[in-house]
């Protein structure tokens, strides 16, 4: 059994305005998922691709317009109460924690709300603030907490009753860099413990670093759906041919850009020498044309590769 199923999912989010004109936006459209259990499962997409939309539904916090969705085989409209009990959630953000308590107190209070024996709600509340690095403000209040402290303690109150699957939506925006790090290096130690995490992220890297599995949604449908190498290797519709000249070639980028089958061309220096990074289809071949553009010698470098996570992500989207 998956740990999540999603069949035909559909979300639509209506809204009247002042003149009493109705107006509905699709936020999730016919997506089917499946995510085996304890996998580090990412999904991409920009922004109101309906990321989040599908992480509420599967958390139960959303009811989804038609189609079907279960957690660990519990259907999360009729049996949304099992799914809770199985689940954590990680939203972020300033809300959900309460300022004028400590960290330690905001899990004692969140422990009480699950009804957890006290000697049980003791023993983990150590355990996650020992997990997350938080044991050091064992009296300062959340207020006075930094963002990235603040997003340590919303990881450690989705992990409290030690849930089979975890969401995580975008745990590191807005983080500094040690911060993003801190939390980054938490996720695959949860998944070496048995836990499925199902995250959404902006940051390529992070995805590519983490994820198992990746599905890239766009306006709500389903665009691209395997591993981070076969997402660069067989979904992106581009190779990237590398190129490093001795010495600058004047006009050199913008004849290359102006080629029939080019989609773009970056350009930057280092050490005097000129790298260009060409964007184009599979058969692409620049050997000949440089042969006839560029003196012999000339060519430091000339290599053709897959794209990076990012550069797969940009081709799938346009």
Same mark, same amino acid.
């Given at each position: 059994m998956?740990a ?11 809204s ?11 936020a ?5 998922l499946?995510?085996s259990?304890?996998?580090?499962f990412?999904?991409?997409g920009?922004n ?6 599908a992480?509420?539904?599967l ?26 009990k199985?689940?954590?959630l990680?939203?972020g953000?300033?809300?959900?924690l309460y ?9 004692r ?17 150590s355990e ?13 209040l ?6 990235g ?8 109150r989705?992990?409290?009753?030690? %849930?089979?699957? *975890?969401? #995580?939506? $975008?745990?590191?925006i807005g983080l500094? =860099?040690? &911060? ?5 290096q938490?996720v ?14 902006h ?20 665009a ?8 660069k ?7 990237i041919?590398?190129?490093t ?9 913008d004849?290359i ?5 080019v ?10 020498m000129?790298q260009?990074?060409?964007?184009? %289809?599979?058969? *692409?071949? #620049?050997? $000949?044309?440089?042969q006839?553009?560029v =003196?012999? &010698?000339?060519i430091v ?8 996570l990012?550069e797969a992500?940009m081709?799938?989207?346009?």
């Amino acid at each position: 059994m998956n740990a999540i199923e999603c069949e035909n999912l559909r979300r639509v989010y209506t809204s009247r305005s002042l003149l009493g004109q109705s107006r509905s936006t699709v936020a999730l459209d016919a997506l089917d998922l499946s995510v085996s259990r304890g996998q580090v499962f990412g999904i991409l997409g920009p922004n109101g691709a309906g990321k989040t939309t599908a992480i509420r539904i599967l958390a139960t916090l959303l009811i989804p317009t038609s189609g079907q969705a279960s957690v660990l085989g519990f259907d999360v409209v009729q049996q949304s109460n099992e799914v809770r009990k199985r689940i954590g959630l990680v939203l972020g953000g300033e809300r959900g924690l309460y300022g004028r308590l400590s960290g330690r107190d905001n899990l004692r209070y969140f422990a009480a709300l699950n009804q957890m024996n006290r000697g049980d709600a003791r023993r983990r509340i150590s355990e996650l603030l020992e997990l997350v690095g938080l044991t050091d403000q064992p009296k300062t209040l959340v207020e006075e907490y930094s963002r990235g402290m603040k997003q340590r303690l919303h990881l450690a109150r989705g992990l409290l009753m030690d %849930p089979e699957v *975890l969401f #995580l939506d $975008e745990p590191t925006i807005g983080l500094d =860099p040690v &911060g993003a790090h801190e939390i980054r290096q938490m996720v695959p130690t949860l998944a070496r413990g048995g836990t499925t995490v199902l995250l959404t992220t902006h940051y390529m890297f992070e995805a590519d670093t983490l994820c198992d599995s990746i599905a890239i949604i766009n306006k709500g449908r389903l665009a691209a759906l395997g591993t981070p190498a076969e997402i660069k290797g067989r979904f992106s519709r581009i190779k990237i041919t590398q190129i490093t000249l001795k010495t600058p070639a004047p006009g050199l980028r913008d004849e290359i850009e102006a080629l029939e089958d080019v989609q773009r061309v970056t350009e930057g220096t280092e050490d005097a020498m000129q790298q260009m990074v060409v964007h184009g %289809p599979p058969d *692409l071949d #620049l050997n $000949e044309f440089l042969q006839d553009k560029v =003196p012999d &010698g000339e060519i430091v470098s000339y290599l053709v590769r897959d794209p990076t996570l990012e550069e797969a992500y940009m081709s799938i989207l346009n």
